[in-house]
């Protein structure tokens, strides 16, 4: 008799193509016994629901994946358990046509007789997205990447997604992308909220800056290596704000922390970090549910038209009042979720900015949080801040207001970051003369991330002030100001003389 | 190896100003700065709060994210 040989095979791989069914959640097998939560989990149900508005037609279910993500956590957490949990996942990839088996096989044999191009536009035409399928019975949602709707909302605002990037996926010899921002469920083991949130928003800064994205693993073990105030490390008990910080750091980037104090004040941020790419985390106070907070990460912003000043004193508008809403990735629900940012009164002399998240299909079932904070990782050498950037750019939109009068409670201030090297290659469009552009391009140092302040009018931008994004305080800190196409006549005059002002000159 | 000396030339304008008009000019600017010192003064009390934000009380350091 020998012994009975384990481990030695490798697992098998089988791609196959099915219908995207009516009923999303009957592609995950309900695992046996007495679950603590209701079946099929909400994020499940999410997901078909936005699959189902992204038109998803087919599935191609990839049975063998290995998924950077999971292989840390099960080194990490799994390996350790009883139960021998395998380290690979499944993968689904969404497709918005729908194609049967024999049509997959006849992809294939297309691309073994020369038609590798024309079958991998086919697939990318078509393409929405992935999901991993993690083995674990009741947290199966892992890395999830997809598209995200268009930029129009059906009632007419506008859908802008600052913190979405490029995904290449390979399958089956294919080279395909997806842009989107990678979700995750907490899996409750290595991973809680919080470490779901700050993981999405590793996701999208850390490449910025040629950092390896940091696991979810990692996360965790790096906010519990000197801040443990409680409880254990792993299973994960959550993080709180100290500990996001420090796993930020551990990343390799630096964690802003800022305050939500009023509607206007948390707006005004989350509409800076988030149109400049950087994700935050969101601490939330959910009302309903007392004690411990929860952590979602912003992903994007539904914005509506810029509201008019309403008051007297002030002579220009705020770009960031068009925020209506965030896009948020929640892993209690999924991807994209929406969240109304608004006010909520706690008291006569407390009023705080709180998020409204709404549950995909049932528009009765709404949770109200307070926002506390923002938790944003943003690189290293950013060292100025949006409330910086904001007091400069509000100085100079009201001194605008009050110089121009056709201008007069028209002039908007809009604050962003941008790396110098894609507002260079904007500038080549703003209409400078030969000797402004080669002023800006040849002959003006930047920093690598600018603090760009623009000032626009009714119908366009009138000029940017750039400023040295590795300093703390926002002037003496200009670099230069550049005119843009609306700034015409008698006024150029003016901005020039605020330019000189600010120590700087108007390149025109 | 010369040491060189160079003329460090004054940057005047190639085309002949009057003194009134220089004068004007900067009568025009120091407006101009004026009412910006003005807008500055004008804006404090609404960046005051955002500034305010970026302090941190030790209690929202130790705020817990753990809702499943």
Known sequence: MTIEPRGYDYPHQGIRVVEFPASFSALFPEPTGLTEDVWPPTQIDYLGFYLNRLGCKAVMIESHYVDRDFVDDVALFYSRSLRGYPNHCQRL????????EDQWRALIRSANHGGHGGATEYLQERYLGFCVVRPLPGSLIGRTVLKTFGPTAADGSRREYGSIRDYVIHVAGFRLRVEGLAFQQQDQGVSACATAA??????KVAPMEGLPV???????QAASRYFLAGGRALPSEGLTVDQ???ATRSAGLAPVVVRGLALEQARAQVYGYLTSGFAPVLALQPLNRGGDGHAV?????????????HDPQIHFRDGATAVRAIYIHDDRLGPYAIADLTSYTLSARDIVPALTIRWPGEPGEVETSILRALVVPVPTKLRLTVARMRGLAMAIGEGVGRLLPD?????EINCRYRLSTDYLALAYGFGLSDDGAQTLVGETVLSRYLGEIQISGPNGPLFDVLLDATETQANPSVLACVRRAHLQGPSEAVVNSIARRLGTTLIA | MTNETRVVRSNEPAESRSDKSKSARSEEEQRIWQVLEEARQNVKRLTKRELEAELLPSDLLSFRLKQR
């Open chain 1, 297 to 309: 990460c912003g992903v994007g912003l539904k914005l509506g038209d810029v509201l008019p000043q």
């Open chain 1, 93 to 100: 990839h969404f497709f918005s046509e729908g194609f049967a």
């Open chain 1, 214 to 220: 940091a696991t979810p693993a990692s996360i965790t």
């Open chain 1, 198 to 203: 700050l993981w999405s928003a590793i996701n």
């Open chain 1, 407 to 411: 201008l007069d409670r028209q002039v």
């Open chain 1, 244 to 246: 996001i910080c420090e």
